[in-house]
């Protein structure tokens, strides 16, 4: 039996060889990591949620003109994507006042923001993945002034797009994360969306009762992080069948 060979590991998926040149399998974890891995655990069923949430919204934006790596979906827990070579920053685009911004500002959580506001962080699990400004970004050739440009636009568009999108079945998008790659093919390089979307990079708040349905419940403790994932999959229309074998937690009850 052939042994994939793993190319990359991080704290929510592995990436492996793909079938062909120029692709790669990413495959979902049931690891969930908080403030950065220094709290951590296995949640069974979370990584075949996020896998199926990421490729609805990938697929979406694709549809929309995004340029994303997704390929496919492959089976449960894994994606046919092809290999990018990644910009080393994590793109936060903040609609609502919530988590670090919060805490920096001393702007109470919820407070709607004037305006999208988009952060960049480089991405350095030593560092902590320190905010950084475009100065930085440019200085030390993470990204060129076009780029990061491109970055931005993107990053807005991806925004305005989810932002209509989850408001649709009354969930806030209050601010979320992403990342972006460069596309080789031949001698023409893109800038595409790339890693992933889901439940576990966005705080996403039921817009009635605002209970959180995202990653917040494991860093704070709340429980029922995978019903909560179920409830975005099943606002969306996503049929996950059978993500975990058990079911323990408190459930959301979604208000009438």
Same mark, same amino acid.
């Given at each position: 039996? %052939?042994?994939?060979?793993?190319? $990359? ?6 990436? $492996? ?36 949430? *990421? ?19 492959? %089976?449960? +827990? ?21 988590? *670090?911004?919060?805490? +920096?500002?001393?702007? /109470? ?11 960049? $962080? ?40 989810? *932002? ?10 209050? /601010? ?5 790659? +460069? ?14 979307? *889901?439940?576990?990079?966005? +705080? ?9 349905? /995202? ?42």
């Amino acid at each position: 039996m %052939n042994r994939r060979r793993r190319v $990359y590991e991080g704290k929510a998926k592995i990436l $492996y060889e793909g079938p062909e040149p120029g692709t790669l399998v990413q495959h979902f974890k049931d690891d969930a990591t908080a403030f950065n891995n220094k709290k951590h655990d296995k949640i069974e069923g979370k990584g075949v949620l996020n896998n199926r949430i *990421s490729e609805y919204l990938f697929q979406k934006l694709g549809e929309i003109g995004v340029p994303t790596h997704f390929i496919k979906r492959l %089976n449960m +827990r894994e994606q046919l994507i092809r290999e990018v070579e990644i910009i080393p920053l994590e793109v936060v685009i903040r609609n609502v006042a919530a988590g *670090s911004l919060s805490t +920096r500002l001393g702007v /109470d959580e919820g407070t709607m923001l004037p305006r999208s506001i988009v952060e960049f $962080y480089y991405k350095s699990d030593e560092l902590n993945d320190p905010l950084v400004t475009e100065e930085h970004i440019t200085a030390f050739g993470w990204a060129t002034p076009p780029e990061l440009e491109t970055v931005m636009s993107l990053a807005l568009r991806i925004n305005d797009f989810l *932002s209509g999108l989850f408001l649709g079945v009354g969930i806030r998008l209050v /601010d979320f994360k992403c990342e972006f790659g +460069r596309l080789w093919e031949g001698e023409q390089m893109r800038i595409v969306l790339a890693d992933e979307i *889901s439940p576990d990079c966005c +705080r996403l708040w039921d817009i009635e009762t605002q209970d959180k349905l /995202d990653k917040d419940r494991f860093r704070r403790d709340m429980g029922g992080l995978v019903e909560a994932y179920q409830e975005v999959a099943r606002r969306l229309g996503l049929h996950v069948d059978n993500p975990t074998r058990t079911r323990s937690g408190p459930v959301l009850v979604q208000s009438k």
